[in-house]
């Protein structure tokens, strides 16, 4: 059973007086005990009910009073006597402080304590709700954009940068796109769309053998016998060669079920089979993948779209105005999506954010327990003593109170337990 509610003084809003309203009430429930029991010590003679009231209330004072001792000792000497073991707290300013900072690094800042923590925090999971929602937050993104801006300006370019575009060229290396070349592939040649492809192949190869004409009569002109040189023979297989790849060309061109275009098609069935079956294909497509990557002009292209990210972060940490919309407000969304859709993604992020957090406490443990201890040791008595009291003594008021109307009632018990008797 709660007691204030009993009484009704649950009603009280502490917020109104705060502690010092509290303690009025406290100290207010004391005074009306010893009231209560000095009417009700007078009127005894009257009629045996008030000596149950004469119970209640002188036990209520007793509990009141032992309760309003022990708190008061807490903070200062009651009633200004230095009585031994009273005015704890401002004595113990010191020690307090140094327990208290002491706590702080074996239960917050222990880098095993860290991780187990962090292992619980789904961090990811939040920054990924936080970007996909650009419209809440206003001030917040606004604040986080400009910390961020000055992450980007502090990190060095070089190692910043370089473990962008490491981690770019990481996921193009880990990409296997062989299966997905090879599904494509298929997907092409079952809905016909591969027959422009092959048309396009046959013009190309019709207008490379014209534009090269002189090449290849040379070539035959060069590979021919002397005899074939002096009776003009050359020349004659030469137009033959040219006739022919030239009919050749005209007819796959002309006729769908041309058996060489049958033969082509059949080269991309195969083609792509190998791609998604075949490990010496993938492997040959992986080579072909990391020399692409490896290409002079691809590195300065990663380079390239790295400080245009650079440029556009620091632009939009400059202007918070565009945190949240336009191009910037944009991508920030999909990131967010991407994140709240790629579970492995956020597994990455959160571990990434556990060890950053573990190093920290690693680094600064002792550091920041040291501020603690000294920033506490640095307050004068009064401060500590009315910061703690602000902090818990309504709480503490609450025990008065609840002292008073416990002692009453084991008063009033003990009267009955006697009557009894």
């Not at 406290?26 to 008030?50: D, I, S």
């Amino acid at each position: 059973m709660n007691l204030l509610a009993v009484t009704g003084l649950d009603r009280f809003n502490p917020a109104q007086g705060g502690v010092r309203g509290m303690r009025v009430v406290a100290t207010g429930l004391l005074l009306v005990m010893a009231v209560t029991y000095l009417t009700a010590r007078a009127l005894e003679q009257q009629h045996p009910a008030f000596g149950f009231v004469r119970a209640f209330a002188e036990a209520a004072m007793v509990g009141g009073l032992a309760d309003w001792f022990a708190v008061t000792a807490l903070f200062r000497h009651p009633l200004g006597l230095p009585i031994p073991h009273t005015a704890i707290i401002p004595r113990n300013k010191d020690r307090i402080g140094g327990t208290l900072a002491q706590f702080l690094r074996d239960n917050f800042l222990t880098p095993s304590v860290v991780a187990r923590r962090m292992h619980r925090l789904d961090i990811a999971a939040a920054a990924g709700r936080w970007l996909a929602t650009p419209q809440e937050n206003t001030l917040l993104r606004a604040g986080a954009g400009r910390f961020l801006g000055n992450v980007v300006e502090a990190l060095a370019d070089e190692r910043l940068g370089g473990m962008i575009k490491g981690a770019i060229v990481g996921r193009l290396r880990a990409l296997d796109i062989s299966p997905l070349l090879g599904q494509a592939l298929a997907a092409a040649i079952n809905e016909n769309r591969h027959i422009p492809l092959l048309d396009g192949v046959i013009r190309w190869a019709g207008l490379t053998l014209a534009a090269n004409e002189a090449l290849i009569r040379e070539m035959v002109h060069h590979r021919a016998g002397s005899i074939l040189r002096w009776t003009g023979l050359d020349e004659k297989l030469a137009n033959a060669i040219l006739e022919g790849l030239a009919k050749m060309l005209s007819e796959m061109a002309e006729d769908p079920d041309h058996p060489l275009r049958a033969k082509a098609e059949e080269g991309l069935h195969s083609l792509a089979h190998d791609l998604v079956h075949d490990e010496a294909t993938q492997a040959k497509v992986a080579r072909f993948r990391d020399m692409i990557i490896a290409n002079p002009a691809i590195v300065a292209w990663i380079d390239r779209m790295w400080q245009s990210v650079r440029e556009n972060i620091l632009t939009a940490a400059r202007n918070p105005d565009i945190m949240g919309s336009g191009r910037l407000g944009e991508a920030l969304r999909q990131i967010g999506e991407t994140i709240l859709g790629d579970a492995q993604l956020r597994k990455t992020i959160n571990r990434f954010a556990r060890r950053s957090a573990v190093g920290a406490a690693a680094s600064y443990g002792d550091g920041i327990v040291k501020l603690v201890s000294e920033t506490i040791r640095g307050w004068d008595a009064d401060t500590v003593t009315n910061r703690l009291e602000s902090a818990v003594g309504r709480d503490l008021q609450y025990i008065r109170i609840n002292g008073t109307l416990v002692g009453g009632l084991v008063g009033l018990g003990l009267h009955l337990f006697s009557k009894f008797l």
